[in-house]
Nanobody, 136 residues
């Protein structure tokens, strides 16, 4: 069973850009539905975007309306990335990546773990998170 690791967080100024990475070892989470979430102090966890297997060479990607146009998700077989542009103070939070399953490349194409979801309860594996702080 693999482990998800987020990196790339830090302190930036409003208007800056930041790129977060979510990595894993081996093929633990390749071809799995993967999501980015964040949680600010005193607030509930918020869905940002997700990526899942499309049945073709590229992955399907979906975003929350609140970040569409500013945040971009990309991925390869060993990592998923979150490119964040024009950061705002309200983007300050701990950012998490999550996976719906593991060893998805060995699962049936009908297994839900291969596809992305906007619902946090659909994700079984979570990283420890990386802090992003945006100064105004």
């Amino acid at each position: 069973q693999g482990q998800l690791t987020e990196s790339g967080g830090g302190l930036v100024q409003a208007g800056d850009s930041l790129r977060l990475s979510c990595t894993w070892t081996g093929d633990s989470f390749s071809m799995c539905g993967l999501g980015w979430f964040r949680q600010a102090p005193g607030k509930e966890r918020e869905f940002l975007g997700a990526s899942g297997w499309s049945g073709r060479r590229e992955y399907d990607v979906g975003y929350a309306d609140s970040v569409k146009g500013r945040f971009t998700i990309s991925r390869d077989d060993a990592a998923m990335y979150l490119e964040m542009n024009n950061l705002k103070h309200e983007d300050t939070a701990v950012y998490y990546c999550a996976a719906r399953g593991t060893l998805c490349s060995r699962r049936s194409i009908y297994d839900n773990s291969r596809y992305f979801s906007k619902i946090s309860d659909d994700y079984k594996y979570w990283g420890q998170g990386t802090q992003v702080a945006v100064s105004s």
